[in-house]
């Protein structure tokens, strides 16, 4: 199958800076989304893309184990530097993660960024929020709907770089021509809800088009935090060098 790729990382409109990083490295591809004070958020997020970024570019072929590896040296990566600075002190990124291999999507993640599978017009989400409200959906506590709109949503209960040691989660979904993956920070999901971004998905078929109507709505309905939204589209052909259009 022949990938195309899209993606945009923006402001918002509330935030002073933007503290997500994007990682476009075909057949690799991520969202980070920094948090800690002043510069610390976009030094963590962007530390996580660096440390994967060179975890690949020793030569080798990517196994599907490889994504916790990489996110666990990301995490260690993040966790030194904040030891030997005072002001990065307390940073850290979630971290989604994806490989792309063959008819497999491979993924690793950490926190509250999502990978969705989008196919024939319907939306799954394939990762789990590491926050309070997703462990009480995940517990039958509270349903999704009510945790799109729940005051506590934003409170995040694993990260990157706050401990050396770090639970990578892992998932692998078979895809087939015409299928989605969207890759996106909880700026655009606490902004659109899943009927929305599924809407904006099923109008637009280019994937840049879908990228940047989904940042327009994001930052419409209020724009309260860095939206960053990727999308791999699976198309008839051959991948070519996966070189991906961008
Ligand atoms: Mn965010």
């Known amino acids: 199958?022949?990938?195309?790729?899209?993606?945009?990382?923006?402001?918002?409109?509330?935030?002073?800076?933007?503290?997500?990083?994007?990682l476009i490295h075909h057949p690799l591809f991520a969202v980070a989304d920094g948090m800690g004070g002043h510069v610390a958020g976009d030094v963590a997020s962007q530390t996580a893309i660096e440390t994967i970024t060179e975890g690949v570019a020793e030569g080798r072929g990517l196994e599907p184990d490889d994504l916790e590896e990489l996110i666990k040296a990301a995490n260690l990566a993040i966790w030194d530097k904040a030891q030997s600075d005072s002001t990065l002190h307390g940073m850290g990124t979630t971290c989604?993660?994806?490989?792309?291999?063959?008819?497999?999507v491979h993924i690793g993640h950490v926190g509250d960024s999502r990978a969705y599978l989008f196919r024939s017009g319907e939306l799954t989400q394939l990762t789990e929020d590491h926050t309070l409200v997703g462990r009480m959906v995940k517990e039958g506590r509270l349903q999704p709907e009510e945790a799109e709109r729940h005051p506590q949503r934003n409170i995040i209960t694993r990260t990157l770089g706050v401990d050396p040691n770090v639970q990578v989660d892992?998932?692998?979904?078979?895809i087939g021509e015409g299928d989605r993956i969207l890759i996106c920070s909880d700026g655009l999901t606490s902004m659109l809800d899943s009927g929305t971004i599924t809407s904006v998905l099923t109008t637009e078929s280019d994937p840049q088009a879908a990228v940047d109507r989904l940042v327009d709505e994001a930052n419409a309905a209020g724009g309260?935090?860095?939206?960053?939204?990727?999308?791999v589209e699976f198309q008839p052909g051959d991948d070519t060098a996966g070189k991906s259009v961008v």
């Open 96 to 104: 989604t993660l994806i490989l792309v291999d063959d008819s497999r």
């Open 1 to 22: 199958m022949k990938t195309l790729v899209a993606f945009k990382s923006d402001i918002g409109r509330v935030r002073e800076g933007n503290e997500d990083s994007v």
């Open 170 to 174: 892992n998932e692998v979904v078979t």
């Open 224 to 231: 309260e935090d860095n939206v960053t939204v990727v999308i």
